[in-house]
């Protein structure tokens, strides 16, 4: 879970810059051993020793996907995601709107927007899009 939430902290840190410092490190690990390991599927991929992407999810939602900045490109996301793909009929997920490239990432994979938000339910305050993905592709994208 240490591993998981250092993949995290780098690629969040890296996407959006503005809001380096948000959480410790302390509570980065203590997230992912309470929270996304007790509710979660968690996958990770590795490249040699070090965990270099990581995915959680569960009935229906992908609740974290990351890849360590160093490792992006190389199609480790993609996999991943691939791996909650084939558990579910269909996922949701939730990403920032000023994340171009993860919404490129997600359209490029089958993902429809189906909401936005001005951001003041999160604790962020970044306004963000709900996506949403079906297996069958005559799927309603409405929620």
């Not at 992407?53 to 890849?67: C, P």
């Not at 990432?105 to 938000?117: D, N, P, S």
Request: glycine content about 8%; overall charge negative.
């Amino acid at each position: 879970m240490d591993a998981a939430a250092r993949v995290h902290r780098a690629a969040f840190d890296a996407a959006f810059p503005w809001l380096t410092g948000l959480h410790t490190r302390d509570e980065d690990r203590w997230f992912y051993r309470e929270r996304v390991f007790r509710e979660c599927e968690l996958w990770g991929a590795f490249h040699g020793d070090p965990l270099t992407g990581i995915i959680a999810f569960r009935e229906g939602w992908i609740d974290q996907l990351y890849v360590h900045p160093n490792a992006q490109g190389r199609g480790i996301g993609s996999s991943l995601l691939d791996i909650a793909k084939a558990a579910s009929r269909g996922l949701k997920l939730w990403t920032f709107q000023r994340n171009l490239a993860a919404r490129r990432f997600y359209e490029m994979r089958g993902f429809v927007a189906v909401c936005q938000t001005d951001g003041s339910r999160n604790e962020e305050n970044e306004p963000d899009i709900l996506y949403q993905w079906s297996s069958d592709p005559r799927a309603d994208h409405v929620i």
